[in-house]
């Protein structure tokens, strides 16, 4: 079975800091997909960034990045210079390719809040 | 459409009524997914669809629930005889293909259902 586990339910951070999200995952796949969302109180679900596992490079879009250690099965998110916009839930997810089945595991859920 | 487009964005039933939440996938997108999302937790898979075929029904909580697909358009959720149980927001997802691999999902914005 693959699980994702968030172990933070919430964080915070004051505006302009940096803070790091935690996820952790399970799986015996040698090839998959994680990703990370946010869901603003708007409820809709915004891809943040995501990393193919058989890249060594942590991703980064600008002010997002990643630390990918496959052998700890980890995957956290950073986020830098956090503004007030970054308030929102942030959900880890992992996909393994298939031909017949692609539903996508997510975590619990990080509340972050950034403060002004 | 432009993006994924979810009806109603807002449900309250009485108990034992029947319901119908639907999904408009964007546009040209072949593979559709509707998780449940209970107040405070991750998203739970229900149903994938690729085309108008459904590989995988695994997620359905129960047999109150069923799902269509026309084509590769519309789908939709359906719960016959709510119970207080299944209250969440509903929330749809497409992707370009059976593989999406690389930009994972397009939510909508969900349906919050309540159950009273």
């Known amino acids: 079975a693959q699980t994702v586990t968030q172990s933070q339910p919430e964080m915070s951070v004051q505006e302009a800091e940096t803070v790091t999200l935690s996820c952790t995952y399970d799986t015996s796949e040698n090839n998959y997909y994680l990703f990370w969302y946010k869901q603003p109180p708007s409820r809709q679900m915004i891809l943040v960034i995501r990393q193919e596992a058989y890249k060594q490079q942590n991703a980064t879009e600008n002010r997002f990045s990643v630390n990918f250690q496959k052998a700890a099965k980890s995957f956290s998110l950073k986020i830098s210079d956090s503004q007030l916009g970054d308030t929102a839930m942030y959900f880890c997810a992992f996909m393994v390719p298939s031909g017949t089945n692609n539903d996508m595991r997510f975590g619990a859920g990080t509340r972050l809040t950034v403060k002004p | 459409g432009a993006g994924v487009s979810q009806s109603p964005s807002n449900k309250v039933t009485e108990k034992g009524k029947d319901v119908e939440l639907r999904c408009d996938p964007i546009s040209g997108h072949t593979a559709l997914y509707w998780y449940r999302q209970r107040l405070g937790q991750g998203l739970e898979f229900l149903i994938y669809f690729q085309g108008n075929s459904a590989p995988d029904k695994s997620g359905l909580p129960s047999d109150r629930f069923s799902a269509e697909r026309t084509g590769e358009s519309v789908s939709t959720l359906t719960i016959q005889r709510t119970q207080q149980e299944d209250s969440a927001v509903y929330l749809c997802?497409?992707?370009?293909?059976?593989?999406?691999f690389g930009n994972g999902y397009t939510f909508g914005s969900g349906t919050r259902l309540t159950v009273v």
């Open positions: 997802a497409s992707s370009l293909g059976s593989r999406p």
